[in-house]
T-cell receptor
Framework: DAKTTQPPSMDCAEGRAANLPCNHS???????VYWYRQIHSQGPQYIIH???NNETNEMASLIITEDRKSSTLILPHATLRDTAVYYC???????????FGKGTSLLVTP | NAGVTQTPKFQVLKTGQSMTLQCAQD?????MSWYRQDPGMGLRLIHY???????DQGEVPNGYNVSRSTTEDFPLRLLSAAPSQTSVYFC????????????FGPGTRLTVT
């Protein structure tokens, strides 16, 4: 699986967009970029994934650079409930055996 | 659907004791996995299964056994508990081939003294 690098922490004001970066310069052509988040001590929750194209769902948008070496998860209007640890994972087409790193701890402030 | 359930929620063991962490899912998912999360760390894969009767090791399998006799259940056995196994354990399931998403249980917080 690709190694990913994320900043350890970020802050965002409530109502503003939260942009969470992820570097994955060694990602291979058949590896997807997955994003999960973990709120407090709950089990992680899937957010979104992508291969080459930008993706959007009801939770977030995923922007992947053309060279696929980095990506950004965008929470368009962050709320206090978005405070969580966000994990960026590079992995092949798979629904198991994901390697979570330390992620980015996002704090949304009033 | 109850989703992925884990029991117990909390457990305290003495060094050398054995126990089984239970995990069940009612979504007819093919894939199941066990992770552990130490304080301030991300999740690390212990064992996983791609179907009944099929299991494989993850990143940190030592000290743990698994079996998958049914699609629904995937218990994790600690053979002889050690303080280094103090952690939060998460079970996850996924529909299988063609699926991108894992569904996680609420976790079991284990302390070994």
């Amino acid at each position: 699986d690709a190694k990913t690098t994320q900043p350890p922490s970020m802050d965002c004001a409530e109502g503003r967009a939260a942009n969470l970066p992820c570097n994955h310069s060694t990602i291979s052509g058949n590896e997807y970029v997955y994003w999960y988040r973990q709120i407090h001590s709950q089990g992680p929750q899937y957010i979104i994934h992508g291969l080459k194209n930008n993706e959007t769902n009801e939770m977030a948008s995923l922007i992947i650079t053309e060279d696929r070496k980095s990506s950004t998860l965008i929470l368009p209007h962050a709320t206090l409930r978005d405070t969580a640890v966000y994990y960026c994972i590079g992995a092949r087409y798979s629904g198991y055996a994901l390697n979570f790193g330390k992620g980015t701890s996002l704090l949304v402030t009033p | 659907n109850a989703g992925v359930t884990q029991t117990p929620k909390f457990q305290v063991l003495k060094t050398g004791q054995s126990m089984t962490l239970q995990c069940a899912q009612d979504m007819n998912h093919e894939y199941m996995s066990w992770y552990r999360q130490d304080p301030g760390m991300g999740l690390r894969l212990i064992h996983y299964s791609v179907g009944a009767g099929i299991t494989d090791q993850g990143e940190v399998p030592n000290g743990y056994n698994v079996s998958r006799s049914t699609t629904e259940d995937f218990p994790l056995r600690l053979l002889s508990a050690a303080p280094s196994q103090t952690s939060v354990y998460f079970c996850a399931s996924s529909p299988g081939r063609g699926s991108y998403e894992q569904y996680f249980g609420p976790g079991t917080r284990l302390t070994v003294t």
